[in-house]
């Protein structure tokens, strides 16, 4: 039986080597006919720790590493592009500063 390879965004990167990844899907409400968004979280194994919060990352099912992790990263798909708001704040007072 082949494994499955889904495409989904990483939400923390808090974990040493684990990365919380969500994919999202469209399901059809069975009564109303409308489509309704839903989600699936995957902790996956990241070994040189190369993604970050923000990345829209490939990955693809594997054994089971621990209790939680039975995926492990492909590639990334495309880099986030989120901003370090206190590091922006910290150098725009050491700009005023001087």
Known sequence: MPKRVVIGVVTSDKMKKTRRVE???????PKYGKYVKR????????E????SV????????SRPMSRLKRWKL???VSKGNTIDVVAL??????AESQ
């Open 23 to 29: 994919v999202s899907r469209l399901v059809k409400y």
């Open 39 to 46: 989600r699936t979280v995957c902790y996956v194994h990241d």
């Open 48 to 51: 040189e720790n190369v993604s």
């Open 54 to 61: 923000g990345d829209t990352v490939e990955i693809i099912e």
């Open 74 to 76: 492909v590639n990334i």
């Open 89 to 94: 704040r910290a150098a725009a007072k050491e």
